[in-house]
């Protein structure tokens, strides 16, 4: 619940936060900047997500970033954190939490000086390293905020340049499919061991590589998890797929029927993410069904309840299919992966 919401929310509140939520955000990606750079060993903040690229929604987070200075790494990251739930904490009590990610993407100015020792680095080698590899893609169209050197806009311009060239879609492809399959590999283990949340956790972790994969493969990104499922949506009848989406929500016990079973059983706070949801994608105009907003909360609020779940039983809303079925789905969903490749 604290990953989605941070805290209740009354209605009238969060509605007197949506006809401001522009300025508000705005305002808090100042406070987050001003803050963090007042930070000893903080070099950078890169500022990339929806509101880097200026697509945010009510709903976004503050994607951050940084870049660090040698001799204060790694205790400013111990400090940067501190400040983030300091600021957290402020904006709950206000009446709505903006989100700060700001962790493990982050880099020293040693290493970039190291990686920029030529004008415009290959991208292609550095992408086996977590950090490169995700912050190219969460790089895209970033703005830079606060810059002592000058690293943060080369590095800033150089995941834009980079993020669609040949060789890291290739790459990218190649992750996306092999992360999907091992997932599924990891999840029959499971089974062998009756590590049922495990084994639901890797099935849905595959399908979501897949579905990664399936974006990367028709030149889109991943971007904003609260709204990813619609988009792969859209994107896969413009490509004539939707079959595809429709198998894995089915996979993924997001079937129509399903998800209203589950909303009628899910606790109170997945009830209010689902409607703050629906009230903040209404307030941008976005063309979105109830059904599609239903799912896409479903989607993410199952994946951080998966993550803290005790033993069973567990609750209806999560859906917790039984080992034949589960043994079921793995196996169509390696079809799908392996027939996707022939197509």
């Given at each position: 619940m604290d990953e989605i919401l941070g805290k209740h929310i009354e209605l009238a509140i969060f509605e007197d936060y949506l006809t401001n939520w522009e300025s508000i955000l705005a305002e808090r990606v100042q406070q987050t900047i001003d803050t963090l750079r007042a930070i000893d060993g903080v070099e950078g903040l890169i500022l990339s997500g929806s509101s880097g690229r200026g697509a945010a929604w009510?709903?976004?987070?503050?994607?951050?970033i940084p870049v660090y200075a040698n001799n204060r790494y790694p205790a400013v990251m111990d400090e940067v954190d501190a400040?983030?739930?300091?600021?957290?904490?402020?904006?709950s009590a206000a009446g709505w939490r903006t989100g700060v990610d700001i962790g493990r993407?982050?880099?020293t100015v040693n290493e970039f000086e190291t990686v920029f020792a030529s004008d415009d680095p290959a991208p292609h080698a550095l992408l086996g390293d977590d950090r490169w590899y995700y912050s190219i893609d969460k790089g895209y169209q970033s703005r830079v905020l606060f810059d002592t050197h000058g690293l943060a806009e080369r590095l800033s311009t150089w995941f834009t340049r980079h993020r669609f060239d040949a060789d890291v879609v290739s790459y990218r492809l190649n992750r996306t499919r092999r992360e999907a399959l091992a997932s599924i590999d990891l999840a029959e283990s499971g089974l062998a061991e009756n590590n049922t949340i495990?084994?639901?956790?890797?099935?849905l972790k595959s399908v979501q590589w897949f579905q990664i994969h399936l974006m990367e493969q028709w030149g889109e990104r991943d971007n904003s998890l609260?709204?990813?499922?619609?988009?792969?949506?859209?994107?896969?009848?413009?490509?004539?797929?939707?079959?595809m989406v429709d198998a894995l929500n089915e996979i993924s016990d997001l079937s129509p029927e399903l998800v209203l079973t589950r909303l009628k059983h899910a606790p109170w706070w997945v009830a209010e993410r689902r409607d703050r949801s629906w009230r903040a994608r209404c307030a941008i105009g976005e063309d979105v069904s109830t059904l599609q907003n239903d799912r896409d909360v479903l989607r993410v609020s199952t994946t951080y309840e998966l993550r803290v779940v005790g033993n069973p039983?567990?609750?209806?809303?999560?859906?917790?299919p039984t080992a034949d079925i589960m043994t079921d789905r793995l196996g169509r969903l390696r079809s799908l992966i392996h027939e996707h490749r022939h197509l």
């Amino acid at each position: 619940m604290d990953e989605i919401l941070g805290k209740h929310i009354e209605l009238a509140i969060f509605e007197d936060y949506l006809t401001n939520w522009e300025s508000i955000l705005a305002e808090r990606v100042q406070q987050t900047i001003d803050t963090l750079r007042a930070i000893d060993g903080v070099e950078g903040l890169i500022l990339s997500g929806s509101s880097g690229r200026g697509a945010a929604w009510p709903l976004s987070d503050i994607d951050l970033i940084p870049v660090y200075a040698n001799n204060r790494y790694p205790a400013v990251m111990d400090e940067v954190d501190a400040a983030r739930i300091r600021l957290l904490h402020q904006w709950s009590a206000a009446g709505w939490r903006t989100g700060v990610d700001i962790g493990r993407l982050h880099f020293t100015v040693n290493e970039f000086e190291t990686v920029f020792a030529s004008d415009d680095p290959a991208p292609h080698a550095l992408l086996g390293d977590d950090r490169w590899y995700y912050s190219i893609d969460k790089g895209y169209q970033s703005r830079v905020l606060f810059d002592t050197h000058g690293l943060a806009e080369r590095l800033s311009t150089w995941f834009t340049r980079h993020r669609f060239d040949a060789d890291v879609v290739s790459y990218r492809l190649n992750r996306t499919r092999r992360e999907a399959l091992a997932s599924i590999d990891l999840a029959e283990s499971g089974l062998a061991e009756n590590n049922t949340i495990g084994v639901l956790m890797a099935l849905l972790k595959s399908v979501q590589w897949f579905q990664i994969h399936l974006m990367e493969q028709w030149g889109e990104r991943d971007n904003s998890l609260g709204r990813f499922g619609t988009r792969l949506e859209r994107v896969a009848a413009v490509h004539g797929r939707s079959n595809m989406v429709d198998a894995l929500n089915e996979i993924s016990d997001l079937s129509p029927e399903l998800v209203l079973t589950r909303l009628k059983h899910a606790p109170w706070w997945v009830a209010e993410r689902r409607d703050r949801s629906w009230r903040a994608r209404c307030a941008i105009g976005e063309d979105v069904s109830t059904l599609q907003n239903d799912r896409d909360v479903l989607r993410v609020s199952t994946t951080y309840e998966l993550r803290v779940v005790g033993n069973p039983p567990y609750g209806d809303w999560l859906a917790v299919p039984t080992a034949d079925i589960m043994t079921d789905r793995l196996g169509r969903l390696r079809s799908l992966i392996h027939e996707h490749r022939h197509l």
